[in-house]
């Protein structure tokens, strides 16, 4: 998954062939139109941002994407094969990993223990070998760990190891749930506002951890964000929902000279 | 009154000529773990001086540099740990020979890349093996290195390396390779910059940029191709001298632009090795680095005085994991400024407050017994039999866990510098078995002018000369000295070196301070703050105001006496102490100036007030400045109103000229003075208040010296 980060240039590491493809997807829920008829594709390599106001149907979109809804129309084609009925968990063995818009750890566990369950679906030697803590159980663990404190190190939260999180202010909390999507080693990254309530600097630095994730380790991003200034300097391009509809898609630059974009988010007069 | 001219005479030991000091100390490096066990270590050190044939050959060369101590480490301590570094959890170590290793394959590599003998380079970040190697590195080929505060700011960076005219730079991670890179222009003569953490720098213009491990690789290499080149490396070592100079350290310029001071190995190496004898460090020992390399005082402790005697390294993880991995390491001697004590005293005693409570008790009981017990124990004196057992039962159950807390376990000495310390604080520390001391150094000495020895602890000064530095005191108060570790002189500053080292070698330290009657060396306030009263005594604000506010019940003090005949101040009270003061024996008050009125608390105060004078009146050189009036201020003074510093810092102009009317009431006698003066309230509006206060008399205590202690040890 590594292999094609190589030739990226400074602008960024656009341009891998096409990874997801959502076509004409609809959602609804009893009368509640969340998604209509909705297209996009997410290229290998790329950072992509959903963007849209309130209700537009953005996290719906995720779920969509994540495995947690079924849409009631339209194909979604993940790496090639066209995807059945779909359970979150089989996205996840899929490569496909998320973070929350509200934070959603395990309050009473470590720092360490948070990241380390996001091995969980790495980890095959069986109940009786865990219980023992002996043997090839231990051995296991052992790897696991290093690649935690590899997103330790990276994440920069050597402090917080054997914090609870639950002690921890809200932006490291979001940095942890980062680094226990990470702990997946996904190929592609589903981030719910991830700097939803944080300061300036907190999102500065967030900004750099999801530009070194998506230029390090090659990892897709499709990521849904607010703050238009982080969207327009991360993304590789944007897709524009209102309404549960596509109404623009494409560069930034391009989606910021938009007019339907610009009206959707600053109200039409009629 | 008579009053002691301060010109003293203290330069007796001037006998001792430095350059043989020097030698001796470098001469001891080969018998070191002799020395360093068992033996006494003043007495080791004189032993040196007068045993050690000075002029007759050594059977082996002189271990002079840093690189050289760094072969000898490497053959006499190979397999043992050089230094440690904790990463991804996991404390890596490196050996004495793996060092060598490391540092000859990064010092070839820079060659090969064209840094040459006498060119800088400049090394930018927090505490890495990898950038202490950098400095041997430079210094095995010849060229010196300059470290940089990891946290200026482009600016500030710009200067430094201008001005150092930095050929090569290595820096930590991305952060300071952005911070270098934005500032190439200004720094013609930088031709690499080297990265350790190579995150983030993965798309960057490689043309100027190198990985350290890059470098390191053409070191290598080099050296697979061709045999001959360990040998040619190590003659490159031989070639360096004592005299060259080793590092450049810039001052941080809080006045002016930053100074870089030149150091040679001979300071640096000298300096360690003292230090060394002095508190007897050998390669059993750990020392914990983590204060910024650029400051001189980490660039002897970890580097100097760890070379000299291999002791181990030991690096965070970051800068916000210190303490917690120096619970885990347990270092045996540690360096802290003040505060950080501060905060350690602070921590406990908050948790005490959380706990149970059996261990409440245990520990208010034991606290008390270490009070009455503790500081006699570490300085030697005899306590009762029933203290004693006592004290190793609160040992066991307190003292013991608390130091491991604090990752004080394994410590045999800690120092603390800086700023003037509280004695209750320090105290507090040493109760618990914590052999804190004091020591007064800057860059320009190699750090060490005086350091406090085993038994001879006292808060209010920071120690007696260290081995091989003689001190005295001008005619105005000034502390000069002489030391094997005086710099050589200011980068490209030959007026600032003249109005430093006099002509004679002295160094100016820009402080004022006397030389108490043990012989140990008390600083009393910045050389250009010091006054006189009218009858010539020398008048220290800063030092007699700091003296009062180690008070509990003192928040601020302000003293006048410049070109006055006596001492007066204004005290502020510390409204947490004394209003928990007047809570406990019903004192109902309802604002500051009104507790500030009352009749007890003015008897509290003058009762500090009069301790304090008993003190001063001990000290020849301070005991007319006792203070003779004073009175409460019947407001506090606030930073919003202009009378103290953002910093909290007194702004005595300003406050001399806004309470004229109680100054020139404590000079014409008065008992009572009232004042109008504006204020600014919390909310921004400003109003103004009226206020009036006693002025309290004060009877100074006659001078009585301790007895007449041998003045002349003070400058051995």
């Given at each position: 998954?590594?292999a094609?980060?190589?030739?990226?240039?400074?602008?960024?590491?656009?341009a891998?062939?096409?990874?997801?493809?959502?076509k004409?997807v609809?959602?609804?829920?009893?009368?509640v139109?969340?998604?209509?008829?909705?297209?996009?594709?997410?290229?290998?390599?790329?950072?992509?941002?959903?963007i849209?106001?309130?209700g537009a149907?953005?996290?719906?979109?995720?779920?969509?994407?994540?495995?947690?809804y079924h849409?009631?129309?339209?194909?979604?084609?993940y790496?090639?094969?066209?995807?059945?009925k779909?359970?979150p968990?089989?996205?996840?063995?899929?490569?496909i990993?998320?973070?929350?818009q509200n934070?959603?750890?395990?309050?009473?566990m470590?720092?360490?223990d948070?990241?380390?369950?996001?091995r969980?679906?790495?980890?095959?030697?069986?109940?009786?070998?865990?219980?023992?803590r002996?043997?090839?159980a231990?051995?296991?663990?052992v790897?696991?760990?290093?690649?935690?404190?590899?997103?330790?190190d990276?994440?920069?939260?050597?402090?917080?190891r054997?914090?609870?999180?639950?002690?921890?202010?809200y932006g490291?909390q979001?940095?942890?749930?980062?680094?226990?999507?990470?702990?997946?080693?996904?190929?592609?990254?589903?981030?719910?506002e991830?700097?939803?309530?944080?300061?300036l600097?907190?999102?500065?630095?967030m900004?750099r951890?999801?530009?070194d994730?998506?230029?390090?380790?090659?990892?897709?991003m499709?990521?849904?964000?607010h703050d238009?200034?982080v969207?327009?300097?991360?993304?590789?391009?944007?897709?524009?929902?209102?309404?549960?509809?596509?109404?623009a898609?494409?560069?930034?630059?391009?989606?910021?000279?938009?007019?339907?974009?610009?009206?959707?988010?600053l109200?039409v007069?009629? | 009154?008579?009053?002691?001219p301060i010109s003293q005479?203290?330069?007796?030991?001037?006998?001792?000529?430095?350059r043989?000091?020097?030698?001796?100390?470098l001469?001891?490096?080969?018998?070191?773990?002799?020395?360093?066990r068992?033996?006494?270590?003043?007495?080791?050190?004189?032993?040196?001086?007068?045993?050690?044939?000075?002029?007759?050959?050594?059977?082996?060369?002189?271990?002079?540099?840093v690189?050289?101590?760094?072969i000898r480490?490497?053959?006499i301590?190979?397999d043992?740990?050089?230094f440690?570094e904790?990463a991804?959890?996991?404390?890596?170590?490196?050996?004495?020979?793996?060092?060598?290793?490391?540092?000859?394959?990064?010092?070839?590599?820079?060659?090969v890349?064209?840094?040459?003998?006498?060119?800088?380079?400049?090394?930018?970040?927090?505490n890495r093996?990898?950038?202490?190697?950098?400095?041997?590195?430079a210094?095995?080929?010849?060229?010196?290195?300059?470290?940089?505060y990891?946290?200026?700011?482009?600016?500030?960076?710009?200067?430094?390396?201008?001005?150092?005219?930095?050929?090569?730079a290595?820096?930590?991670n991305?952060?300071?390779?952005?911070?270098?890179?934005?500032?190439?222009?200004?720094?013609?003569?930088?031709?690499?910059?080297s990265y350790c953490?190579?995150?983030?720098?993965k798309?960057?213009?490689?043309?100027?940029?190198?990985?350290?491990e890059?470098?390191?690789?053409?070191?290598?290499?080099?050296?697979?191709?061709n045999?001959?080149?360990?040998?040619w490396?190590?003659?490159?070592?031989?070639i360096?001298?004592?005299?060259?100079i080793?590092?450049m350290?810039?001052?941080?310029?809080?006045?002016?632009?930053?100074?870089?001071?030149?150091?040679?190995?001979?300071?640096?190496?000298?300096?360690?090795?003292?230090?060394n004898?002095?508190?007897?460090?050998t390669?059993?020992?750990?020392?914990i680095a983590?204060?910024?390399?650029?400051w001189?005082?980490?660039?002897?402790f970890?580097?100097?005085q760890?070379?000299?005697?291999?002791?181990?390294?030991?690096?965070?993880?970051?800068?916000?994991?210190?303490v917690?991995?120096?619970t885990?390491i347990?270092?045996?001697?540690?360096?802290?400024?003040?505060?950080?004590?501060?905060n350690?005293l602070?921590?406990?005693?908050?948790?005490?407050?959380?706990?149970?409570?059996?261990?409440?008790?245990?520990?208010q009981?034991?606290?008390?017994?270490?009070?009455?017990?503790g500081?006699?124990?570490?300085?030697?004196?005899s306590?009762?039999?029933?203290?004693?057992?006592?004290y190793?039962?609160?040992?066991?159950?307190?003292y013991?866990?608390?130091?491991?807390r604090?990752g004080?376990s394994?410590?045999?000495v800690a120092?603390?510098?800086?700023?003037?310390?509280?004695?209750?604080?320090f105290?507090?520390?040493?109760a618990?078995?914590?052999?804190l001391?004091?020591?007064?150094?800057?860059?320009?000495?190699?750090?060490?002018?005086?350091?406090?020895?085993?038994?001879?602890?006292?808060?209010?000064?920071?120690?007696?000369?260290?081995p091989?530095?003689?001190?005295?005191?001008d005619?105005?108060?000034?502390?000069?000295?002489?030391?094997?570790?005086?710099?050589?002189?200011?980068?490209?500053?030959?007026?600032?070196?003249?109005?430093?080292?006099t002509?004679?070698?002295?160094?100016?330290?820009?402080?004022?301070?006397?030389?108490?009657?043990?012989?140990?060396?008390c600083?009393?306030?910045?050389?250009?703050?010091?006054g006189?009263?009218?009858n010539g005594a020398i008048?220290?604000?800063?030092y007699?105001e700091?003296r009062?506010k180690?008070?509990p019940?003192?928040?601020e003090?302000?003293?006048f006496?410049?070109g006055?005949?006596?001492?007066?101040?204004?005290?502020n009270?510390?409204l947490?102490?004394?209003g928990n003061?007047a809570?406990?024996?019903n004192?109902?008050?309802?604002?500051?100036q009104?507790?500030a009125?009352h009749?007890?608390?003015?008897k509290?105060?003058?009762?500090?007030?009069?301790?304090?004078n008993?003190?001063?009146?001990?000290?020849?050189?301070?005991?007319?400045?006792?203070?003779?009036?004073?009175?409460?201020?019947?407001?506090?003074?606030?930073?919003?109103?202009?009378?103290?510093?953002?910093?909290?810092?007194?702004?005595?102009?300003?406050?001399?000229?806004?309470?004229?009317?109680?100054?020139?009431?404590?000079?014409?006698?008065s008992?009572?003075?009232?004042?109008?003066t504006?204020?600014?309230?919390?909310?921004?509006?400003?109003?103004?208040?009226?206020?009036?206060?006693d002025?309290?008399?004060?009877?100074?205590?006659?001078?009585?010296?301790?007895e007449p202690?041998?003045?002349?040890?003070?400058?051995?």
């Amino acid at each position: 998954m590594k292999a094609d980060v190589g030739q990226m240039g400074a602008a960024g590491p656009a341009a891998g062939a096409v990874m997801l493809e959502v076509k004409d997807v609809s959602l609804s829920f009893g009368g509640v139109k969340a998604i209509r008829g909705v297209s996009f594709d997410i290229k290998r390599g790329e950072i992509r941002a959903i963007i849209g106001p309130n209700g537009a149907g953005k996290t719906s979109m995720l779920n969509v994407i994540n495995g947690f809804y079924h849409p009631q129309a339209g194909t979604i084609t993940y790496k090639g094969a066209q995807r059945e009925k779909m359970r979150p968990y089989i996205a996840a063995s899929q490569g496909i990993a998320r973070t929350f818009q509200n934070v959603a750890l395990f309050k009473g566990m470590s720092t360490l223990d948070n990241i380390m369950t996001g091995r969980t679906l790495k980890m095959h030697k069986g109940l009786g070998w865990q219980m023992l803590r002996y043997g090839p159980a231990m051995a296991e663990e052992v790897r696991h760990r290093e690649v935690v404190e590899k997103i330790i190190d990276f994440l920069e939260i050597e402090a917080i190891r054997k914090t609870p999180v639950g002690k921890l202010p809200y932006g490291l909390q979001k940095r942890v749930e980062l680094g226990r999507a990470l702990a997946m080693e996904p190929e592609l990254l589903l981030l719910d506002e991830p700097m939803a309530g944080m300061n300036l600097e907190e999102k500065q630095d967030m900004s750099r951890f999801i530009i070194d994730i998506n230029r390090q380790m090659g990892t897709t991003m499709a990521l849904i964000e607010h703050d238009m200034g982080v969207v327009m300097d991360l993304s590789d391009r944007v897709v524009v929902l209102d309404y549960g509809q596509k109404i623009a898609d494409g560069t930034p630059a391009v989606v910021q000279a938009d007019q339907k974009v610009i009206d959707a988010y600053l109200g039409v007069a009629h | 009154m008579p009053v002691c001219p301060i010109s003293q005479k203290f330069i007796a030991s001037e006998t001792i000529d430095l350059r043989i000091a020097c030698i001796a100390a470098l001469r001891s490096l080969h018998s070191y773990s002799k020395i360093a066990r068992g033996v006494p270590h003043r007495r080791a050190w004189e032993e040196n001086n007068l045993s050690d044939p000075l002029l007759s050959t050594p059977a082996t060369p002189l271990l002079d540099t840093v690189p050289k101590l760094l072969i000898r480490n490497a053959s006499i301590h190979a397999d043992r740990p050089a230094f440690r570094e904790k990463a991804f959890g996991i404390w890596q170590t490196w050996t004495w020979a793996q060092t060598l290793d490391e540092i000859r394959a990064l010092s070839i590599g820079l060659y090969v890349l064209g840094l040459k003998r006498g060119e800088t380079l400049a090394i930018i970040g927090d505490n890495r093996p990898r950038l202490y190697w950098a400095f041997t590195a430079a210094q095995a080929i010849g060229a010196v290195p300059v470290p940089v505060y990891q946290d200026s700011v482009a600016d500030e960076m710009a200067y430094v390396l201008g001005h150092a005219e930095t050929a090569f730079a290595i820096a930590e991670n991305q952060e300071q390779v952005d911070k270098v890179q934005s500032i190439t222009a200004r720094v013609p003569t930088l031709r690499y910059i080297s990265y350790c953490d190579p995150r983030g720098l993965k798309d960057y213009d490689h043309k100027q940029l190198k990985s350290y491990e890059d470098i390191q690789e053409i070191g290598r290499q080099e050296l697979r191709r061709n045999p001959g080149l360990d040998a040619w490396w190590r003659g490159e070592i031989d070639i360096g001298r004592g005299s060259d100079i080793s590092v450049m350290l810039y001052t941080s310029g809080t006045t002016g632009k930053p100074k870089g001071v030149m150091l040679s190995h001979e300071n640096v190496v000298v300096s360690g090795v003292n230090a060394n004898l002095f508190d007897r460090y050998t390669a059993d020992d750990t020392m914990i680095a983590y204060l910024p390399m650029a400051w001189v005082g980490d660039h002897i402790f970890s580097y100097g005085q760890a070379f000299a005697a291999g002791i181990c390294v030991a690096c965070p993880e970051s800068p916000d994991t210190a303490v917690a991995d120096r619970t885990e390491i347990g270092p045996s001697s540690f360096f802290a400024p003040p505060r950080v004590f501060e905060n350690m005293l602070t921590q406990i005693l908050v948790r005490m407050e959380d706990a149970g409570p059996t261990k409440k008790a245990l520990f208010q009981y034991f606290l008390t017994v270490a009070k009455r017990a503790g500081e006699k124990r570490l300085n030697g004196e005899s306590i009762p039999a029933t203290d004693r057992l006592l004290y190793w039962i609160g040992d066991k159950l307190v003292y013991a866990p608390l130091r491991n807390r604090m990752g004080l376990s394994k410590l045999r000495v800690a120092y603390t510098a800086g700023e003037a310390i509280g004695p209750e604080l320090f105290s507090f520390f040493r109760a618990l078995g914590v052999n804190l001391k004091q020591l007064y150094g800057q860059t320009e000495a190699s750090v060490f002018i005086t350091l406090q020895p085993d038994g001879e602890v006292y808060p209010e000064t920071v120690g007696k000369p260290g081995p091989g530095v003689v001190i005295k005191i001008d005619n105005n108060g000034e502390v000069l000295f002489k030391s094997p570790g005086v710099f050589q002189k200011y980068y490209k500053n030959d007026e600032a070196t003249a109005e430093t080292k006099t002509a004679d070698g002295w160094v100016r330290t820009g402080d004022a301070g006397f030389i108490d009657t043990r012989g140990h060396l008390c600083i009393i306030d910045r050389a250009k703050d010091v006054g006189r009263l009218n009858n010539g005594a020398i008048f220290a604000p800063k030092y007699l105001e700091n003296r009062l506010k180690f008070f509990p019940e003192v928040k601020e003090a302000v003293a006048f006496g410049h070109g006055r005949d006596h001492v007066s101040m204004f005290v502020n009270i510390d409204l947490v102490t004394v209003g928990n003061w007047a809570e406990r024996n019903n004192v109902i008050y309802s604002s500051y100036q009104e507790l500030a009125a009352h009749p007890d608390v003015k008897k509290m105060i003058e009762k500090r007030v009069d301790e304090l004078n008993a003190s001063l009146a001990k000290e020849p050189r301070v005991a007319a400045s006792q203070i003779h009036r004073f009175m409460i201020l019947p407001k506090e003074l606030d930073a919003d109103d202009g009378e103290l510093t953002r910093t909290l810092k007194v702004r005595r102009a300003f406050i001399a000229d806004r309470y004229q009317p109680f100054i020139k009431a404590f000079y014409d006698g008065s008992a009572r003075a009232s004042i109008r003066t504006e204020v600014t309230f919390e909310d921004g509006r400003k109003g103004m208040i009226e206020g009036s206060a006693d002025i309290v008399d004060m009877q100074p205590h006659a001078i009585m010296p301790r007895e007449p202690a041998r003045i002349m040890e003070a400058a051995e």
